[in-house]
């Protein structure tokens, strides 16, 4: 009965290499988000979908490339990963703007 | 666009005391506060939200206070136990939610 998923949830790679990170959710929400949080902890949005729509592109270098083949799953690629890549990356979904479901977060090292 | 400035940035409160956190947003169109509890190693989660409509919320043992004409809204946790050790962050919603920087609360024994 999970309700926001992701995986992987370590991942470890060295730098130049392309890796995926896939979120799903079954609450039926119609928004999808990636947020970064890094060491400091601090959240900030990268991304976030409306029923498959990009709706909020923040200031993420172009090679971070989100997708959305249906409302329920939101993915992110990542090409020609840096070390500053590394942190832990939060999925999350809200209906209608309100409350965010966080998925469980996937810790990403870049060696 | 919106700032959120969240403080202080850490806190340590002896078990039963209460803790405040503070937050001031700069949009005044954001018409959402939603207050989000990260435990170690977990994901955030909320724990109480208000909307601009209502100037204070309670649930138990915790309680938000919005002041729009300041634009600033606070988080009191009483009576606050360990479990309540965590990082809280606030934030404001109009478009997009915006977060604050995140309060570290040490609830000591």
């Known amino acids: 009965d999970t309700a926001v998923s992701q995986t992987p949830k370590y991942l470890v790679t060295q730098m130049g290499n392309d890796k995926s990170i896939k979120c799903e959710q079954n609450?039926?929400?119609?928004?999808m988000y990636w947020y970064k949080q890094d060491s400091k902890k601090f959240l900030k949005i990268m991304f976030s979908y409306n029923n498959k729509e990009l709706i909020i592109n923040e200031t993420v270098p172009n090679r971070f490339s989100p997708k959305s083949p249906d409302k329920a799953h939101l993915n992110l690629h990542i090409n020609s990963l840096e070390l500053g890549d590394s942190a832990v990356y939060f999925c999350a979904s809200s209906q209608t703007y309100y409350e965010q479901y966080f998925g469980p977060g996937t810790r990403l090292t870049v060696t | 666009g919106e700032n959120v400035e969240q403080h202080p940035s850490t806190l340590s409160v002896q078990e039963g005391d209460s803790a405040v956190i503070k937050c001031t947003y700069s949009d005044s169109a954001s018409n959402y506060f939603p207050w989000y509890k990260q435990e170690l190693g977990k994901r955030p989660q909320l724990i109480i939200d208000i909307r601009s409509n209502v100037g204070e919320k309670k649930d138990q043992r915790i309680a938000v206070t919005l002041n729009k004409t300041a634009k600033h809204f606070s988080l009191h946790i009483t009576e606050t136990q360990p479990e309540d050790s965590a990082v809280y962050f606030c934030?404001?919603?109009?478009?997009?939610?915006?977060f604050g920087i995140g309060t570290k609360l040490q609830v000591i024994p």
């Open positions: 609450l039926g929400h119609d928004t």
């Open positions: 934030a404001a919603l109009y478009q997009k939610v915006t």
